[in-house]
Nanobody, 124 residues
Framework: QVQLVESGGGLVQAGGSLRLSCAAS????????MGWFRQAPGKEREFVAA????????WYADSVKGRFTISRDNAKNTLYLQMNSPKPEDTAVYYC?????????????????WGRGTQVTVSS
């Protein structure tokens, strides 16, 4: 059974830092791109960042570029999101996902496997 489990969320002050992890089990995803999405209350889920299967290429939403860093450790089947200088508007539930489609990497529909999310709250 495929399972993605996010961890590392919590309360952080604006300007601080936080690292999210996503542990995959049930199969290896080393051949697939993976990504992070987030959903704030009352808003639609949105793309945050993605990384190629090798880790050699990354993509970021403009809102987080320069502040967040996505990385992966294929030996550990784990995805990471380093959040530096978070802002209150980054408050959301963060989800990791595995992309099996071949379309636009920022599109939710291209991702098949999803975690249940971890809450990140940024205080001002």
């Amino acid at each position: 059974q495929v399972q993605l489990v996010e961890s590392g969320g919590g309360l952080v002050q604006a300007g601080g830092s936080l690292r999210l992890s996503c542990a995959a089990s049930g199969r290896t995803f080393s051949n697939y791109a993976m990504g992070w999405f987030r959903q704030a209350p009352g808003k639609e889920r949105e793309f945050v960042a993605a990384i190629s299967w090798s880790g050699g290429t990354t993509w970021y939403a403009d809102s987080v570029k320069g502040r967040f860093t996505i990385s992966r450790d294929n030996a550990k089947n784990t995805l990471y999101l380093q959040m530096n200088s978070p802002k209150p508007e980054d408050t959301a539930v963060y989800y990791c996902a595995v992309r099996t489609g071949l379309g636009l990497i920022t599109t939710m529909q291209e991702y098949t496997y999803w975690g249940r999310g971890t809450q990140v709250t940024v205080s001002s």
